[in-house]
């Protein structure tokens, strides 16, 4: 039986996370469930967010997932699943700071510290949107939320997934209560190498029975 490996950060909550049980999460579950429609197994890859896309050109895995999010780029590079989970940009603050940013200026200052994850589409919209701001990079994503909560930082712009599961999660956190969303609604996608059509086409068949069956939403309640 033919082995699908699936490169994966695996610090993204709600999608693709290292718990002490294994990995978990919304993308792990359906790649195990698209894996089993097509009679293959899946063995999952580590991966950061600044080489994955490269890691998955290169051939280090054939397909790439974990909380990825559609971009131009992404399309042009790889072979795209379709579109899911829809979401805007939020930023997850301290629950004392709940109102104290009602938007992007209120944020974009020099004496707001601003803790971002690089490689991914939140890095991108912190770089371009909150460029006054104070800025330090921390490669583990996960680790962000709690350096929030204990007041190293003032705030992480990720998605509205994630802020709303570390709100959900820490009584110390919630989502900034900001007038508009950050961002227009964004889709989360799976990549698969651009060689493998044959692959991306039995995944694209796999993902609408999964969808006609029902055991697509099921996937979506349970993690989101």
Known sequence: MRTIAV?????????AMREAQGLCGLDVDLL?????????????????????????????????????????????RALLLPDYAPFTKAAIVRRADLDRFPDVEAMNRPE?????????????????????????VDPMNARIPDRIAAGEGDLMVTDLWEARWYAAHDARLAVARTAEPLSETLFKVVMVRLELRGLHAALREAWHALEAEGRFARILRHRL
Not at 59 to 64: E, L, Y
């Open 7 to 15: 490169g994966i950060p695996g610090d993204y909550r709600p999608f």
């Open 32 to 76: 195990r469930a698209l894996a089993r429609e097509i009679g293959c197994g899946v063995r999952f890859v580590e991966t950061d967010w600044p080489s994955q896309l490269a890691a998955l050109e290169r051939g280090d895995f054939d397909v790439a997932a974990g909380g990825v999010t559609r971009t131009e780029e992404r399309a042009r």
């Open 112 to 136: 707001v510290r601003v803790i971002r994850n690089p490689g991914g589409t939140n890095e991108s919209w912190v770089c371009a949107h909150l460029p006054r701001a104070s800025h330090e």
